[in-house]
């Protein structure tokens, strides 16, 4: 008996665990997530006693939220599930991640019980949002029960389901239970779209529901027990019905067919009627039958089945004891709202019609795509390997777009088209480790902030192999190592502030192995180069260097700024955005400095504190439209932040006084850039070109990026203001207006402008759209073409457009060029902007580019520029004075940018860093190499100014600086001189040419020069043309034996040497010009010096009495250096 007993039990126990598994397996694929539940409890997981659902915490798929309870005198009402909640007083949007598969259908189901939970008996109104699409909104403010259920079918199209509450109002979201169920895809077929649940019943008299395990898909099966009056009758049995049949795929459940409705009244229909408040909704209707009933012989149950007027199937008999699914293959609409289901009795019916089941759904369209799937793994992979908590990171980072994440924006081209992220700000978040690889797979990218974080390591080589970058901010971090050549070459970098960073290998660490001296002796050059240019930059204020180049400002490769410490770096970051007016008054210093006038008043220069600059626009009293204009842009600007906007920092409004405070930019506007006025150089086509794309990104963020969107209105060149990179920023939006996003497609208002840049469609129709900034934009570009006024009356044709379109007639791009550039572009380019500009100014809006298409086309002409002068870069040498200066300018001594020996500590920087280098010179190069080149300096004159200049430390620093700033100059220049000498002879001459200009071949060719020992040979056998002459006799002992000869070329444009040369190698070019009344005219010449099809620099050789040498180090990419023309 015993034995029995315990067979018995471990029968039992066996059983248990088979229904357990069986039930886990049927659950495969649900997710059914008790929302609030804490993950630590004991409880969870569990089964849900009733249903044998397991439910889990929520915990682990969302990153926000509290949790609460409904009131403890209501839970008894409610099954487990439903007693806890999580609710969200915090952010606008608060998302679960759920991971699906791509593709498959799925159940989607929430749940919401309120029941005073927070005891204010406040009902909550919200919206509920899947992906970035509009689902539902939850509203408990009607007069109902604390309940809430929505539901749909859904397929996702990634593999990834964001389900989002969005406050849309004052009163705070919650969530009972999320749950998620897998369907097959055979069945709910739809044309389009998600299918809502409308309603899914039994006809049943009880007041119950029916659901998993009873249904295989959990479909909640509600009781139509309301209809049961005296309009209907209920039959049921006790017997099983088939419901999993060959012409059954939807499986309802046999506990909704065992019971059906018919008609009190046998000889009329059956009718099931509803009105929607929506008369646009399309619905898709299922109906289920089974005959329950044991028939008479002479029994027949027929009928007709009819849906808003049209018969679905005539003569239908449902099937004993077998489910089947009628259901019409296509959405139907209702007409004004009114939707009627009959079943009609046919009249050879002996049985009034029945109906089972009856599931009702409408058709809910997604029309906003969510973003592109890999762009948002991409982001939420950076999310989480930097830890990223900021509360606005949930959801679809780009739409909608008033919800589009924080530091970020957006290529939104139209709902259809996924979005891509163009522009990620993580500037200033904690970030910490090395620079995620995730970030390459962002490939639309344009704009990557990563300053003012604790980031270490390398800087990666993918940054620089991203096609879509045009600016990228690493400043302010601790990162090392060297910066990849790719992102040099592109000039896209801004490193400032990450001391540990180096340019080139020179500034890493020493390896192990020796170091050979030739390269020793270059980086010593390089060093003392360097900072003889500091010095010349001191002394001659930027004057003309020795090849007379013209100076340049700040290129595209400038942004790359590396220094050796951090300097005080305090952008404005303000918690304050409303000032007193004496605050005012004091960061202007009584409106003391004017530096412009704005759209309504005068603007001053100000000062926050220390470091922080602003720019002042104070309201003028004779402004008509001031007001309405100050409040205008202080609503406007208060939410707009990129990176090619001057950001509004606060404002005042104090009576009749009323200020915005911007931040300063302080290297004014590109009118002025472009014209050279006030001493300002002029800037180069490469820096037109980024100057043109990030003003098109700022322009863009208006139009696609803010919510709602704005429209300029006033775009222009003296509205484009240049940072302390020359960056671009878009400024005064005086004249801005939001426009809708949605119906409407322009703003009728007061026209408004400047002549010339004004869009003549708006000034005809006063209709605004964001094609009216295009239009300006357009203008824009052609200013930055060809330097000429908008309008200029003088002219024949007094408008730019008719005026390059009358120009253009000969087909010859540089008559309409800005002469300033010397023919110094890409015609390639220029082309396709121009194209681009003539484009953005037809007549028709409709015609005219968006600006996202202006962005793309504008990157690849940068693009193109950039392989352009990255190629010529690469064929001359990599430090050129012009280069260096900027190098120096922006980085050597980053307290001493502007480098003026008044400041006691810069005088004691650079003697420290000048004695330093001579210290090293001197023990790597103490060698007898020196010569003279045509200098008075001997070598006696030389080592006594070295051993004056070897000073103490101790030593004032200001008397040693004054006293030997002009013979330190004398040494460094032979230093330099003698450097490239020494390696030359180090290597013994070999692969050396030594060219004596002119030199007839018969002659005594070639010969070893007394002094220095250097091997000269005739030129003949490398140029082709060509005459030969020879100094003035009387100067001939000025003059050292290479110098005398000469050649010159009185005939042709262009004159080339050819010299064979091992490609990939660096080698030292050097060329000396002396003139010397050779040919008895006294005309000191002038002329362009080329390394093959480059502009090497300008020979001028007036007032040059001893002559010029242009020297560079190159890197030859072909065999030949070919053509040193002259």
């Given at each position: 008996m015993e034995a029995a007993c315990r067979v018995t039990v471990v029968v039992l126990g066996t059983l248990a665990v088979l229904i357990h598994l069986v039930q886990a397996q049927d659950q495969q694929g649900f997710i059914s997530l008790d929302c609030g539940l804490p993950a630590e409890e004991l409880s969870s997981p569990y089964d849900e006693p009733s249903t044998g659902l397991r439910f889990s915490s929520d915990a682990a798929y969302i990153q926000s939220g509290q949790t609460g309870s409904i009131q403890p005198n209501r839970e008894s009402q409610y099954l487990k599930p439903y007693r806890r909640l999580r609710y969200f007083p915090n952010g606008s949007r608060n998302c679960y991640n759920l991971n699906v598969e791509k593709g498959s259908k799925y159940l989607v189901r929430a749940f919401f019980v309120y029941e005073n939970y927070d005891g204010l008996n406040i009902k909550p109104k919200f919206d509920l949002y899947l992906g970035p699409n509009l689902w539902s909104t939850i509203d408990f403010q009607e007069p109902e029960e604390d309940v809430r259920r929505v539901e749909m079918l859904h397929i996702p199209t990634s593999n990834s389901l964001q389900i989002c509450l969005v406050k849309n109002g004052t009163t705070t979201p919650l969530i009972s239970t999320l749950e998620i169920r897998p369907v097959k895809t055979t069945i709910y077929e739809t044309v389009s779209g998600s299918l809502n649940l409308y309603l899914r019943t039994f006809f049943n008299k009880s007041d119950t529901y029916i659901r998993y395990p009873s249904d295989r898909y959990d479909r909640v099966w509600t009781s139509y027990s309301s209809y049961f009056r005296n309009e209907w009758i209920q039959i049921f049995t006790t017997l099983q019905v088939e419901v999993n049949n060959l012409e059954n795929y939807y499986d309802p459940p046999n506990a909704a067919l065992t019971s059906a409705a018919t008609p009190t009244n046998s000889n009329l229909p059956l009718m099931i009627n509803w009105t929607s408040s929506n008369v646009d909704n399309q619905y898709y209707f299922y109906t289920h039958f089974a005959e329950i009933q044991e028939l008479q012989t002479n029994d027949t149950r027929e009928f007709s089945i009819v849906w808003n007027g049209e018969v679905l199937r005539r003569q239908f008999i449902p099937p004993k004891f077998s489910a089947f699914s009628l259901y019409r293959s296509s959405p139907s609409t209702c007409e004004g709202g009114k939707c009627s289901l009959q079943l009609i009795r046919t009249n050879t019916s002996t049985l009034p019609p029945l109906i089972n089941a009856l599931e009702v759904y409408t058709v809910i369209h997604f029309s906003q795509s969510e973003t592109n799937e890999n762009d948002v793994v991409s982001v939420q992979n950076i999310k989480t390997s930097y830890r990223i908590s900021k509360n606005s990171w949930q959801g679809d980072p780009c739409v909608p777009q008033q919800l589009m994440w924080e530091g970020l924006n957006c290529r939104i081209t139209d709902k259809s088209t996924p979005p891509r992220i163009t522009y990620l700000n993580l500037s200033s978040s904690g970030l910490t480790g090395t620079i995620a690889d995730y970030i390459q797979n962002l490939t639309q990218l344009e704009t990557l902030d990563l300053s003012n974080n604790n980031l270490t390591g390398e800087v990666p080589e993918f940054l620089g192999n991203m096609k879509s970058l045009v600016f990228i901010n690493l400043s302010r971090n601790d990162l090392s190592g060297l910066i990849p050549q790719a992102l040099l070459r592109k000039g896209l970098l801004d490193p400032q502030g990450n001391p540990r960073l180096c340019l080139s290998d020179s500034c890493l660490p020493p390896k192990s192995k020796p170091f050979p001296v030739a390269i020793v002796a270059s980086?010593?050059?390089?060093?003392?180069?360097?900072?003889?240019?500091?010095?010349?930059?001191?002394?001659?204020?930027?004057?003309?260097?020795?090849?007379?180049?013209?100076?340049?400002?700040?290129?595209?490769?400038?942004?790359?700024?590396?220094?050796?410490?951090?300097?005080?770096?305090?952008?404005?970051?303000?918690?304050?955005?409303?000032?007193?007016?004496?605050?005012?008054?004091?960061?202007?210093?009584?409106?003391?400095?004017?530096?412009?006038?704005?759209?309504?008043?005068?603007?001053?220069?100000?000062?926050?504190?220390?470091?922080?600059?602003?720019?002042?626009?104070?309201?003028?009293?004779?402004?008509?439209?001031?007001?309405?204009?100050?409040?205008?842009?202080?609503?406007?600007?208060?939410?707009?932040?990129?990176?090619?906007?001057?950001?509004?920092?606060?404002?005042?409004?104090?009576?009749?006084?009323?200020?915005?405070?911007?931040?300063?930019?302080?290297?004014?506007?590109?009118?002025?850039?472009?014209?050279?006025?006030?001493?300002?150089?002029?800037?180069?086509?490469?820096?037109?070109?980024?100057?043109?794309?990030?003003?098109?990104?700022?322009?863009?963020?208006?139009?696609?990026?803010?919510?709602?969107?704005?429209?300029?209105?006033?775009?222009?060149?003296?509205?484009?203001?240049?940072?302390?990179?020359?960056?671009?920023?878009?400024?005064?939006?005086?004249?801005?207006?939001?426009?809708?996003?949605?119906?409407?497609?322009?703003?009728?208002?007061?026209?408004?402008?400047?002549?010339?840049?004004?869009?003549?469609?708006?000034?005809?129709?006063?209709?605004?759209?964001?094609?009216?900034?295009?239009?300006?934009?357009?203008?824009?570009?052609?200013?930055?073409?060809?330097?000429?006024?908008?309008?200029?009356?003088?002219?024949?044709?007094?408008?730019?457009?008719?005026?390059?379109?009358?120009?253009?007639?000969?087909?010859?791009?540089?008559?309409?060029?800005?002469?300033?550039?010397?023919?110094?572009?890409?015609?390639?380019?220029?082309?396709?902007?121009?194209?681009?500009?003539?484009?953005?100014?037809?007549?028709?809006?409709?015609?005219?580019?968006?600006?996202?298409?202006?962005?793309?086309?504008?990157?690849?002409?940068?693009?193109?520029?950039?392989?352009?002068?990255?190629?010529r870069r690469g064929r001359m040498e990599s430090h050129s004075p012009a280069k260096v200066s900027m190098l120096i300018d922006t980085g050597m001594f980053p307290l001493c940018s502007k480098f003026f020996f008044d400041s006691h500590f810069c005088k004691i920087l650079f003697l420290n860093v000048l004695h330093g280098l001579l210290r090293i010179f001197h023990n790597v190069m103490m060698l007898n190499f020196l010569s003279s080149y045509a200098s008075s300096v001997s070598l006696g004159a030389v080592e006594n100014t070295f051993t004056n200049f070897t000073i103490d430390s101790k030593e004032s620093s200001s008397t040693v600086l004054h006293g030997n700033m002009e013979s330190s100059l004398g040494l460094l220049l032979v230093l330099i001189t003698s450097i490239p000498v020494h390696i030359v002879q180090a290597q013994d001459q070999k692969e050396v040419h030594f060219l004596d200009c002119g030199l007839p071949a018969n002659e005594l060719s070639p010969y070893n020069e007394a002094r220095t020992g250097l091997m000269f040979s005739s030129d003949e056998n490398f140029i082709q043309s060509g005459k030969i002459g020879r100094v003035q006799a009387d100067r001939e002992s000025e003059f050292l034996k290479p110098y005398k000869t000469l050649r010159y070329f009185p005939n042709g444009t262009r004159n080339c040497y050819n010299l064979t040369v091992e490609k990939g190698r660096n080698h030292l070019i050097r060329v000396f010009f002396v003139y010397a009344n050779y040919d008895g005219f006294d005309i000191n010449p002038n002329f362009d010096l080329y390394l093959g099809p480059n502009l090497w620099g300008t020979i001028d050789l007036q007032g040059q009495v001893k002559g010029l040498r242009a020297e560079l180090l190159h890197i030859p990419i072909f065999k030949l250096v070919a053509d040193l023309s002259g």
């Open positions: 980086l010593a050059s390089v060093a003392i180069i360097l900072v003889v240019l500091v010095l010349a930059f001191v002394l001659k204020k930027k004057k003309r260097s020795i090849l007379g180049a013209l100076q340049r400002p700040p290129s595209i490769s400038s942004a790359v700024n590396v220094t050796n410490a951090n300097p005080p770096v305090s952008p404005i970051q303000m918690n304050k955005k409303r000032f007193t007016y004496s605050e005012v008054i004091n960061m202007t210093n009584n409106f003391q400095r004017v530096v412009g006038e704005g759209g309504f008043g005068i603007v001053y220069h100000g000062t926050l504190n220390v470091y922080e600059q602003v720019a002042v626009k104070l309201l003028s009293q004779s402004s008509t439209q001031g007001y309405k204009q100050f409040k205008a842009e202080v609503d406007l600007l208060m939410r707009v932040h990129h990176t090619n906007l001057v950001n509004l920092v606060g404002y005042c409004k104090e009576g009749d006084k009323l200020a915005l405070i911007y931040e300063y930019v302080p290297n004014g506007d590109l009118r002025h850039h472009l014209s050279g006025k006030g001493g300002r150089s002029i800037i180069n086509w490469g820096i037109r070109l980024r100057i043109a794309l990030e003003a098109a990104l700022g322009l863009e963020y208006l139009h696609i990026g803010c919510i709602p969107a704005m429209v300029h209105r006033d775009v222009k060149t003296t509205n484009i203001l240049l940072d302390e990179q020359f960056k671009a920023r878009l400024a005064d939006f005086g004249l801005s207006r939001s426009f809708p996003v949605g119906g409407e497609s322009h703003v009728s208002t007061m026209i408004a402008g400047t002549p010339g840049y004004l869009d003549p469609q708006y000034y005809r129709t006063s209709r605004l759209t964001e094609k009216s900034d295009v239009y300006s934009f357009g203008i824009v570009l052609l200013e930055m073409i060809t330097n000429q006024p908008v309008i200029d009356q003088s002219r024949e044709k007094s408008h730019i457009t008719q005026w390059v379109e009358f120009e253009l007639i000969s087909g010859d791009i540089r008559t309409i060029m800005d002469p300033n550039l010397q023919g110094d572009y890409d015609s390639h380019s220029v082309w396709r902007v121009l194209e681009l500009a003539m484009s953005c100014t037809n007549p028709s809006s409709t015609k005219r580019p968006s600006m996202s298409q202006v962005v793309v086309e504008l990157n690849e002409c940068l693009a193109s520029e950039n392989s352009r002068r990255n190629m």
